[in-house]
T-cell receptor, first 109, second 113 residues
């Protein structure tokens, strides 16, 4: 699996957009980008995934650069409940996920 | 929507005892994964099963074994428990092993005294 690099921590004001970057410069052509989050020892929660096109669902948007070497997860209106560790994972189909270390996002009132 | 069910939620054992953790995947999901998360650590992959066959193996100790049954539920069997086995154990399921995301249960917290 390609290595990913994420900021250790980030702060975001409640109600503002949270933009979480992820660098995956060694990603290969068939590796997908997945985002998960973990809220205080709960099970990791799936957010979104993509291959090369931008994706959007009810939780977030995923923007992948054209060269696929980096991506950004966007939470459009962050709430206090979005405070969590966010993991960016790249994975070849059929392989397991490698977590860590992720970005600790703190949403501030 | 139905989620991944893990039981028990909490388990306390003593050293050298055995433990069995159970996982019931989301209906129609045919692939199950097990992860271990120690205190202050990130989840680490242990083992996975697709259609009742082991599909991948990670850092699972030889003292641990797992299987997936005909109804797709899975059990993680742990023997000769050590203090270092105290952790959260997560199960995840997916539809197939390719690109579909894994969906995680709420975990079993195992404490070894």
């Amino acid at each position: 699996d390609a290595k990913t690099t994420q900021p250790t921590s980030m702060d975001c004001a409640e109600g503002r957009a949270a933009n979480l970057p992820c660098n995956h410069s060694t990603i290969s052509g068939n590796e997908y980008v997945y985002w998960y989050r973990q809220i205080h020892s709960q099970g990791p929660q799936y957010i979104i995934h993509g291959l090369k096109n931008n994706e959007t669902n009810e939780m977030a948007s995923l923007i992948i650069t054209e060269d696929r070497k980096s991506s950004t997860l966007i939470l459009p209106h962050a709430t206090l409940r979005d405070t969590a560790v966010y993991y960016c994972i790249v994975r070849v189909p059929s392989q397991n996920f490698v977590f860590g270390p992720g970005t600790r996002l703190s949403v501030l009132p | 929507a139905a989620g991944v069910i893990q039981s028990p939620r909490h388990l306390i054992k003593e050293k050298r005892e055995t433990a069995t953790l159970k996982c019931y995947p989301i209906p129609r999901h045919d692939t199950v994964y097990w992860y271990q998360q120690g205190p202050g650590q990130d989840p680490q992959f242990l083992i996975s099963f697709y259609e009742k066959m082991q599909s991948d193996k990670g850092s699972i100790p030889d003292r641990f074994s797992a299987q997936q049954f005909s109804d797709y539920h899975s059990e993680l069997n742990m023997s000769s428990l050590e203090l270092g086995d105290s952790a959260l154990y997560f199960c995840a399921s997916s539809l197939g092993v390719l690109y579909q995301p894994q969906h995680f249960g709420d975990g079993t917290r195992l404490s070894i005294l």
